[in-house]
């Protein structure tokens, strides 16, 4: 640290409130720009989370921009690979990947396939696919991790349809039992999975009581409100003795209300003319 960086003063929370606020608007406006070049996908999930990989990826993780593989960084686990579009926007906006390379995405020879692979994408720290996995593998980081003395820590963002899964929920045990407070599973409750609402295909509520049953340190936070995650993630991160889960409740397009409302919002397909539609109310939501 130089004697400059020592004399600036950290900024408030409103300031780092505001610039996420920003980050979390590129996000979303680079999740469009992939989405045009497909003209569908998963850009519902990629906008619903985009405050939650902002606070994430300009506020919380360690990592070098310039060197993905650097030993001494924070893992950020994404085991819902078909979010990998809000991934890249979040990449991009960190700067492990160039902006202009989101035009390749979903394309023949592209990093940024469609569903997310680590061999493929710098960054991307597991391939994703087969949903319950994530956990898992980051119980096995962090176990590993401390054994080596490292101080890293291990995020895994979750959907709430993975919490169908029992290798979530035997992951979250042995997370509990082996007191990984370099953990912090981070679960995007949007309430809707491919065969329709999460409570009509099973039901998962009361969710944080059962991660708190498991022996987690729990917090509940409207995934959209980056005041309240930005709150929930230094709480997370000053927690010792368990790991810690944010359970965030987030909505489906976030930000453009015109996908928020689609009826059938997993897997979207939006035409042509709506893509310029999606971005002026992307911009003039952000400055209301």
């Known amino acids: 640290m130089t004697s400059t960086e020592m004399l600036t003063e950290a900024p408030t929370r409103q300031e780092r409130i505001s610039r996420l606020r920003e980050s979390a608007r590129r996000i979303r406006h680079n999740a469009l720009l992939m989405g045009e070049v497909q003209g569908q996908g998963y850009i519902g999930q990629a906008l619903g989370v985009a405050d939650i990989l902002a606070v994430a990826y300009c506020d919380q993780l360690r990592f070098r921009p310039e060197d993905p593989e ?3 960084r924070d893992r950020f686990l994404l085991s819902i690979g078909h979010y990998a579009i809000a991934l890249y926007a979040a990449l991009a906006e960190a700067g492990t990947i160039p902006v202009s390379e989101l035009e390749t995405y979903g394309s023949d020879e592209s990093r940024l396939p469609m569903s997310g ?36 820590r291990i995020f895994n963002l979750l959907s709430d349809g993975e919490l169908d899964e029992g290798s979530t929920w035997e992951a979250a045990l042995e997370c509990s039992n082996h007191e990984l407070d370099n953990v912090t599973a981070i679960v995007d409750v949007n309430a809707l999975q491919a065969d329709g609402p999460t409570a009509t295909v099973l039901r998962t509520e009361p969710v944080t009581d059962k991660w708190r049953a498991f022996g987690w340190h729990a917090i509940r936070v409207d995934g959209n409100d980056i005041g309240a995650l ?6 997370a991160a000053s927690h010792r003795g368990a790991p810690s889960v944010i359970v ?16 059938k919002a ?16 992307l911009e003039e939501g952000f400055t209301r």
């Not at 930005?230 to 709480?235: E, L, N, P, T, W």
């Not at 987030?250 to 409302?261: A, K, N, Q, Y």
């Not at 997993?266 to 109310?281: D, G, K, L």
């Open 70 to 72: 650097w030993a001494g």
């Open 117 to 152: 692979m680590a061999s493929y994408t710098p960054g991307m720290e597991i391939s994703g696919g087969s949903l319950g996995h994530g956990l898992t593998v980051a119980a096995g980081m962090a176990l590993g991790l401390r054994r080596l003395g490292s101080e890293s």
């Open 230 to 235: 930005v709150d929930a993630f230094d709480a």
């Open 248 to 263: 965030c409740d987030t909505r489906i397009g976030r930000g453009v209300p015109l996908l928020e409302d689609r009826e």
């Open 266 to 281: 997993h897997f979207m397909r939006v035409e042509e003319h709506e893509w310029q539609i999606a971005r002026t109310q």
